[in-house]
């Protein structure tokens, strides 16, 4: 039951991260970021641009998958050794998490402007 826990409270980090976002990004942010959020029409299902998204796409979500499933592998074998080493994988997870986001997030942001700045 232990390894539960563990999942489940890593697991409500990262939605609770998530949900904190998005409503950060949705009713504080709203006027700066409106041009930059839009919906998804026809145009780009077409075969050859489909194809071009996937190219990138796949190989990028694998490599976050993977990454993924390794922390999540060693949550598994850390709660095999004890409930204290669990308690700081666990806490060591959310710090790295916090501190990859940051440059995350400028990351995308940049994009984002330089993408909008461009088109």
């Not at 922390?71 to 709660?79: C, D, K, P, R, Y």
């Not at 409930?83 to 994009?111: H, Q």
Request: with cysteine.
């Amino acid at each position: 039951m232990r390894e539960v826990g563990a999942a489940i409270s890593t697991n409500l980090t990262f939605i609770l991260n998530m949900l904190i976002c998005d409503i950060w990004m949705r009713f504080d942010r709203e006027k700066e970021f409106k041009d930059m959020i839009f919906f998804y029409d026809k145009s780009i299902f077409k075969k050859q641009q489909l194809l071009n998204y996937l190219k990138i796409g796949v190989p990028g979500m694998l490599m976050v998958c993977f990454e993924w499933w390794a922390f999540e592998i060693l949550a598994i074998f850390t709660g095999y050794i004890s409930v204290k080493d669990l308690a700081a994988e666990v806490v060591i997870i959310n710090i790295v998490s916090l501190v990859f986001m940051l440059p995350l997030g400028i990351s995308y942001s940049a994009s984002a402007l330089t993408g909008n700045y461009l088109g």
